[in-house]
């Protein structure tokens, strides 16, 4: 692959970290100021929330330079977020730092996943995507137990210990240490930042004009969703990624009701589901070319399936070994789709243009499922019959994509026999 392409996983690595322990350490920052429950989602909204309002414009940003300086300043960002997040005193300042964290992040997407296009030929996307999913995945795993950790009274007590010569660190809380530590992670995610190539490519824009943005990137959301492959790629990540932020928050809420977890000990499941998708990321990328992708797609279909049995799981092991197998599912089906529609919208669009509008349809997904989650937690509907109906929406979506693509490709051979009969 190149140095640059593990360069580009270091960075990676070490920002998803920083996100993951972020959240986690955000949502006991919330607890501790006494925050309503039905809050603890809305900080995932928040942080997505710059990825639908900024989509038109973070793809032709990616685009304007070098993508490590792109990565690079969006890093910056987050950290000017996390030095926010830890002067907050109000439940509404906690949420608004915390969006500036995500202000970073919506930057940096397009940047991370357009790269890997500009670097790579296509015939290699799948094992780049399985690669960098399953370092992000195992980023994810770490960051979520390093927030659990953080916040245990144990660990906590050992940071706050640690003491300077002669300079009051004005550190006073086991999240204020928390956070600072966290800051320092993106700071070494902005190091290697630094360090990716550039890789020639124009990063002339034509346009600088906001409509004229607009326009384009609503010209790119209409011809990726034309696209007879790249619409059904688009639709399956478009669902993934609500269900899984939706998925976090019903974990950390199932683990408190079914298995009397804390905090701490919830977020440690949430680095089980990581470490399957993990699993099945490598697994995709080893066993799925870029021409089989869509073959994986009755695999979304299990794994809505698979999510309802956690209604009955009252052990750990039963847990650790449920939450692993949805997450192997979920990795294992959305890598392929991934790089497909990464392939086909380089191809219609260019690399920062496709990804945007992947990161805005994804993130309006995460938006939309994680309000709706957060008013059954307002109107105190049972977790039980949340995960039902959670489960049942992924399969019963995932049957309507597949007959959509199956459609799609039966017009497709009616096409191609017409044309052949023509030829005769």
Known sequence: MGRGFYTIMAAQFFSSLADNALL????????????????????KFVFVLFYVILAPFVGAFADSMAKGRVMFISNSIKIAGCILLFFATHQYSA????????????????????????????????????????????????????????ITPAIASALLSIDFPLIDTGIDSPIE???????????????FNLFIPDTGIDHRIPKKSPFFLIHEFAHCVKLLWSDKLGQISLAVTTLFWGAGATLQFIVLKWADIALGFALNQAAQLQ????????????????????????????????????VMIMIVVRDLWLAVILLILIGGLAGFFVVPMNALLQHRGHILMGAGHSIAVQNFNENLSILSMLLLYALLIMLDVHIYIVIGLFGAFVSISMVIIRKWHLTNQSKQDSLHLIGMRKIH
Do not use: Q
């Open 24 to 43: 986690v350490v955000a949502i006991a920052l919330l607890i501790d100021l006494h925050a309503p429950a039905f809050l603890t989602p809305i900080l």
């Open 177 to 191: 240490s928390a956070i600072l530590l966290i800051a320092f992670f993106y700071t070494i995610a902005a190091t």
């Open 271 to 306: 680095g089980v589901v990581a470490l399957g998708i993990a699993a099945g990321s490598v697994l995709a990328a080893k066993m799925i070319t870029l021409r089989d992708s869509v073959k994986v797609i009755p695999l979304g279909i299990a794994m809505g399936i698979v």
């Open 95 to 150: 949420l608004g730092a915390y969006a500036i964290v995500g202000l970073g992040a919506a930057a940096y997407s397009p940047a991370k996943y357009g790269i890997l296009t500009e670097l790579l030929p296509p015939e290699k996307l799948v094992i780049a995507n399985g690669w960098i999913e399953g370092l992000t995945v195992g980023s994810i795993v770490l960051g979520t137990v390093l927030g659990g950790l953080l």
